[in-house]
Nanobody, 126 residues
Framework: QVQVVETGGGTVQAGESLRLSCTAS????????MAWFRQAPGKERAGVAS?????????RSVTGRFTVSRNNPANGVYVLNLDMNNLKPDDTAVYYC??????????????????WGQGTLVTVSS
């Protein structure tokens, strides 16, 4: 059974940095693709960044500020970090990690991922 756990959320001031980590375990056959999404109050869940088939992708709003990095998987455990720099109040959201690709689609489509974490809250104050 796949488990996905996010850590690292918190409250920061605008301009500061924060690192989120996602650990996906129980993966026996996996490309290792994982993604970060976020959902702000009253908005739909949206893709932020992904390590997708070995390539890093970013949404336009975070390009140049956020960076994803992966570990070398071992024993079915994959880690995807999200380094967030120069945070803005608009980055305030619950951040979710996604693992296990299903079907076909784009990395930023929620329907393309099967396993999700419980989310971690990031609050950026001005």
């Amino acid at each position: 059974q796949v488990q996905v756990v996010e850590t690292g959320g918190g409250t920061v001031q605008a301009g500061e940095s924060l690192r989120l980590s996602c650990t996906a375990s129980g993966l026996t056959y996996s490309s290792g693709s994982m993604a970060w999404f976020r959902q702000a109050p009253g908005k739909e869940r949206a893709g932020v960044a992904s390590s997708y088939t070995g390539i890093a992708y970013y949404s336009r709003s975070v390009t140049g500020r956020f960076t994803v990095s992966r570990n070398n998987p071992a024993n079915g455990v994959y880690v995807l970090n999200l380094d967030m720099n120069n945070l803005k109040p608009d980055d305030t959201a619950v951040y979710y990690c996604a693992s296990v690709l299903i079907g076909s689609g784009s990395w930023y489509s929620t329907h393309h991922w099967r396993s999700w974490g419980q989310g971690t809250l990031v609050t950026v104050s001005s």
